[in-house]
């Protein structure tokens, strides 16, 4: 391996470098006022069984997330392969987020991604700051899983597919 080229002050060679790490996608959604507000996030990780959390990274200048942290109940969506555009439409900066997604409610306020592969139903349970970004922990009140679902992958700044082999 030659040596290191870049340095961590580098914003744009440590964003590319952060894209040589593939990771699945989600959809952070809920009801505010009775309208679906959402996000799409890929810094997504499982944390605790006991209790059952996840937790997400959220940017600091995002304009969505103070809107979605008041809810009583946030919908987690893992999206599946093929969703690219709805990812798309969940990380625009302008314009009706929800217009050709297809979604639902939940009886809580969450909001959750048709075909999607995994739903759930979260509550913020703890935030901690993590430079520009905060990262939240989600408590886990409920699940919908479709396992054999091939999820969407975001690597070096595209949508992938895996290969079975």
């Not at 006022?33 to 997400?56: I, K, N, Q, R, Y």
């Not at 909001?111 to 739903?119: F, M, P, Q, R, S």
């Not at 969407?152 to 597919?161: D, I, M, Q």
Request: charged share 20%.
């Amino acid at each position: 391996m030659s040596p290191l080229v870049a340095t961590p002050t580098d914003p744009a060679a440590l964003r590319q470098a952060f894209g040589c790490f593939p990771s699945g996608v989600t959809a952070l959604c809920a009801l505010d006022s009775g309208t679906p507000v959402g996000m799409a996030a890929s810094t997504f990780t499982p944390v605790s069984l006991e209790p059952p959390l996840v937790s997400v990274c959220v940017q600091d200048t995002s304009s969505t997330w103070p809107k979605l942290r008041k809810q009583s109940r946030l919908g987690l969506s893992v999206l599946a392969e093929g969703q690219d555009l709805v990812c798309r439409s969940l990380a625009g900066r302008a314009g009706d987020r929800f217009a050709d997604v297809d979604w639902e409610a939940g009886v809580d306020g969450g909001v959750y991604i048709h075909g999607a592969n995994l739903w759930l139903d979260c509550s913020v349970h703890a935030e901690f700051p993590g430079g520009d970004h905060t990262i939240v922990l989600l408590e886990i009140h409920g699940l919908k899983a479709e396992p054999d679902r091939a999820p969407l992958v975001f690597h070096g700044s595209r949508f992938r597919r895996l290969a079975v082999s």
